[in-house]
């Protein structure tokens, strides 16, 4: 709602010039959760690959039709062999979710999205190579190309395991009592969770990434290969394996993951307040108690918002507190 040309903040700057603005916490978390993600090279390089995927399949109309229809034939064929399970709100059509810079949650929806749909977006890609403009099939091409590499593969699992839990804790920071003491025990229980996943639960990944990439024909390397690192051949040759090096300690290398991780769990604190607010206001104020006034609205407002606390409390003690009082009127010193 910044409204810096017509919006709210224009209408307020015409009134009173003195008046400047200032980005709300909440959004300024959004963005400082952003950046320090991005200051790490391979998240950054990954993300980028990411949105170029999601902008070349959703480019238009036709595109985004292909897709739906893609993805309709991947789950008739998954249930068909007894690959995905049936029900009421399972295996609905969609499209690629796009990551906002100013949303970390949508980066997770953009992650999911993309492993539920990775073979119907592959063969909108083929179909682009195949029958689009010249500039097109080279765009394609190389997107393609760098969609089924293993390495794109591991990283978008493994991002969406991460993601997966972060955004668990986050959910549940927003349903409890919203405060910092919370949200830094949540800190501390995805390190741990975290941490299993790369001591415990690496093996069980990395199987997965297998499968995943052996249904749909992507190379598989040799893990017990030697790793070649180009880009430190100059500092010195070091002798690991492919599989040691997916599963180096460079955790200790990124210390911006820890602080990633705080941002992630803290963000609800400042944001769940507000979004409960108006989202109640949207249940209370319907369009036929449009009429209500602020006073009102606000109490009822309260009542809904806190009605845990509400429901706590004893009508019976309350009214025989209210008339204990010598004096109705309460004074506002």
Known sequence: MRGEFNGLQTLIMKDCKTAYYVHCFAHRLQLALVAAAKNLTPIHIFFDKLISIVNMVGASCKRNDELKKAHADDIAHLISINELETGPGLNQISTLQQASNTRWSSHFRSLSSLIRMFSAACTV?????????????????????????????????????????????????????????????????????????????????????????????????????????????????????????????????????????????????????????????????????????DAFLSDALMVFIEREIAKSLSIDAIIEDFENFKERRIPFS
């Open 125 to 293: 890609l083929l179909k682009v190579m195949e029958d689009g403009l010249p500039s097109q099939r080279a765009d394609a091409t190389s997107v393609y190309d760098e969609m089924t590499s293993f390495d794109f593969v591991l990283i978008l699992h493994l991002m969406s395991e991460i993601m997966g839990i972060t955004d668990f804790f986050c959910q549940t920071l927003q349903r409890k009592s919203q405060d910092i003491s919370n949200a830094m025990k949540l800190v501390s229980s995805t390190k741990r969770l975290l941490q299993e996943l790369r001591d415990d639960k690496w093996d069980n990944l990395l199987e997965k990434v297998k499968s995943f990439c052996a249904a749909r024909n992507i190379n598989i390397p040799d893990f017990s290969a030697q790793c070649v690192d180009r880009r430190r051949r100059a500092r010195g040759h070091q002798d690991i394996t492919i599989g040691h090096h997916y599963r180096t300690n460079k955790s200790a290398t990124y210390d911006l993951i820890f602080r990633v991780t705080v941002l992630v769990l803290t963000l609800p604190v400042s944001t769940a307040t507000a979004e409960r607010s108006f989202s109640a206001m949207n249940i209370v104020k319907t369009r036929l108690r449009s009429k209500m006034e």
